[in-house]
T-cell receptor
Framework: GAGVSQSPRYKVTKRGQDVALRCDPI?????LYWYRQALGQGPEFLTY????????KSGLPNDRFSAERPEGSISTLTIQRTEQRDSAMYRC????????????????FGPGTRLLVL | AQTVTQSQPEMSVQEAETVTLSCTYDTSESDYYLFWYKQPPSRQMILVIR??????QNATENRFSVNFQKAAKSFSLKISDSQLGDAAMYFC????????????FGAGTRLTVKP
C-alpha cells in the first residue's frame, strides 16, 4: 500500500483481556516503530525493529507489553491482562534504512489504534 | 537524555498572516535531525519539514520554513500565508543521527486559523 496501515482502528476491551494490535508498514521499509500517544501529548516511544530484530524495547512500560515482527514486515504489539491505564492511541511508524538523501530518514506514521480498556 | 520543549500549548493566527511556533531541545550530541510534524483532527502524523543539524541553511518547504539556531538549540517553524487547512496540532521532534530509535517529541502546539 501507499502508507502505513494499522488495525483495528478502534478496540474496546474489558480489563484483564489480552489485545493484539497490528501494523503493516510501507513496503520496503526496514525500520518499524511503536509509539503510544495520550490525548493532547506527543508520541511516546515504546519499541522498534530493524527487519525482524527488535533493537530496543526500553520504552515498553512493563512485561505485559510485547511486540514482534517475525518476517520483517507486519508487526504485532500485544498487551496482556489489559488495565484501564493502557487506554491510549497506539501508533506505528516505519522508515527506510539510512540511505543517501533525505527521504530515508523520515518516519511515516500510521493512523493509529485507539484502545479503550473498560 | 534529549528533551524537546514546546512552550506554546496553543497559538492562533489570522488567515493569510504569518505565525511562528517555538521549539527548543536539549542534547549533548552534535549530529542529529529535527522535524516538524502536523497532526490534523484525523490524527495522521504528517511530516512538514526536516532539518539536518550539520546544515547551516534553514530548511524551507513552500510556505513552511524553519529558524534553526544550533548554538541556542532552537528550532522554530514559520508558517507564511496561513490557510484554514493549516489548523492542527504541530509537534517538534528530535532524532539522534547515531541512534535510529532515539526520536523524541514535544508536547505539541495547537494552531487555530481564523478566517
Amino acid at each position: 500500500g501507499a502508507g502505513v496501515s494499522q488495525s483495528p482502528r478502534y478496540k474496546v476491551t474489558k480489563r484483564g483481556q489480552d489485545v493484539a494490535l497490528r501494523c503493516d508498514p510501507i513496503s520496503g521499509h526496514v525500520s518499524l516503530y511503536w509509539y503510544r500517544q495520550a490525548l493532547g501529548q506527543g508520541p511516546e516511544f515504546l519499541t522498534y525493529f530493524n527487519y525482524e530484530a527488535q533493537q530496543d524495547k526500553s520504552g515498553l512500560p512493563n512485561d505485559r507489553f510485547s511486540a514482534e515482527r517475525p518476517e520483517g514486515s507486519i508487526s504485532t504489539l500485544t498487551i496482556q491482562r489489559t488495565e484501564q491505564r493502557d487506554s491510549a492511541m497506539y501508533r506505528c511508524a516505519s522508515s527506510a534504512m539510512r540511505t543517501a538523501g533525505a527521504q530515508g530518514e523520515t518516519q511515516y506514521f500510521g493512523p493509529g489504534t485507539r484502545l479503550l480498556v473498560l | 537524555a534529549q528533551t524537546v520543549t514546546q512552550s506554546q500549548p496553543e497559538m492562533s493566527v489570522q488567515e493569510a498572516e504569518t505565525v511562528t511556533l517555538s521549539c527548543t531541545y536539549d542534547t549533548s550530541e552534535s549530529d542529529y535531525y529535527l522535524f516538524w510534524y502536523k497532526q490534523p483532527p484525523s490524527r495522521q502524523m504528517i511530516l512538514v519539514i526536516r532539518q539536518e543539524a550539520y546544515k547551516q541553511q534553514n530548511a524551507t518547504e513552500n510556505r513552511f520554513s524553519v529558524n534553526f539556531q544550533k548554538a541556542a538549540k532552537s528550532f522554530s517553524l514559520k508558517i507564511s500565508d496561513s490557510q484554514l487547512g493549516d489548523a492542527a496540532m504541530y509537534f517538534c521532534a528530535y532524532r539522534s543521527a547515531s541512534n535510529n530509535n532515539d526520536m523524541r517529541f514535544g508536547a505539541g502546539t495547537r494552531l487555530t486559523v481564523k478566517p
